[in-house]
């Protein structure tokens, strides 16, 4: 199973990235999906998850309303659209795979992607 992310850079402090996660070795569509992050020094954080179906969707309440999950089970991909980034945005994102759900524990995920970075300058 791989995890690939990507989309992440550098962006200005109200500026917007879309993160990608493309799955290969497992049957996408049976996979919730979710993103974590974490930023230096600190503990690893949920995201935000999406059902396998993509019908129900979660948010940590730091990110809810300026980011947006979604995914494209023909494509095997899931993305996290961001906008009004703000410095503390700032961290390594992961993506990750839950055979049995789409919660915010990251114990629960299955696998994990190498993480994409997101810098946001103030």
């Known amino acids: 199973v791989q995890l690939q992310a990507s989309g992440g850079g550098l962006v200005q402090a109200g500026g917007s990235l879309r993160l990608s996660c493309a799955a290969s070795?497992?049957?996408?569509?049976?996979?919730?999906m979710g993103w974590f992050r974490q930023a230096p020094g600190k503990e690893r954080e949920f995201v935000s998850s999406?059902?396998?179906?993509?019908?129900?969707?979660s948010y940590a309440d730091s990110v809810k309303g300026r980011f947006t999950i979604s995914r494209d089970n023909a494509k095997n991909t899931v993305y996290l659209q961001m906008y009004s980034l703000k410095f503390e945005d700032t961290a390594i994102y992961y993506c990750?795979?839950?055979?049995?759900?789409?919660?915010?524990?990251?114990?629960?995920?299955?696998?994990w992607g190498q993480g994409t970075l997101v810098t946001v300058s103030s």
């Open positions: 999406i059902r396998w179906s993509g019908g129900l969707t």
């Open positions: 990750a795979a839950d055979s049995a759900g789409w919660g915010r524990e990251a114990y629960k995920y299955d696998y």
């Open positions: 070795g497992l049957t996408f569509n049976r996979y919730g």
